[in-house]
């Protein structure tokens, strides 16, 4: 059973940063490629970043250039330090993982979903 917790959400002001981890098993972190979507009211998921278990990299190019995701080996974590941030940012922000190698920036691809963690960007 794979399971996803993300944790780091919160309140800040525009032009703040902020750091999303989300934990997992040790089987699921160095198998399964692992990304992050994010959901903001009244509109359809969107992907943000993924990351595989080499280290593949991907970024939405609405985040690139102010994200970073990366893998923590010691925690068993996909991590995403998003700078800069904006009020659009603002969403619920969701790990997802997929068995294999590829990153998919829909969210069909992927198998299995943390319960969301809230960012809010305030103005």
């Known amino acids: 059973q794979v399971q996803l917790v993300e944790t780091g959400g919160g309140l800040v002001q525009a032009g703040d940063s902020l750091r999303l981890s989300c934990a997992t098993s040790?089987?699921?972190?160095?198998?399964?490629?692992m990304a992050w979507f994010r959901q903001a009211p009244g509109k359809e998921r969107e992907f943000v970043a993924g990351i595989t278990f080499n280290d593949g990299i991907y970024y939405a190019s609405s985040v690139q250039g102010r994200s970073h995701i990366s893998r923590d080996t010691a925690k068993n974590t996909i991590d995403l330090q998003m700078n800069s941030l904006k009020p659009e940012d603002t969403a619920a922000y969701y790990c997802?993982?997929?068995?294999?190698?590829?990153?998919?920036?829909?969210?069909?691809?992927?198998?299995?979903w943390g319960q969301g963690t809230q960012v809010t960007v305030s103005s």
């Open positions: 040790e089987r699921t972190f160095k198998s399964h490629t």
């Open positions: 997802a993982a997929r068995s294999g190698t590829a990153i998919y920036a829909t969210d069909v691809s992927y198998d299995h």
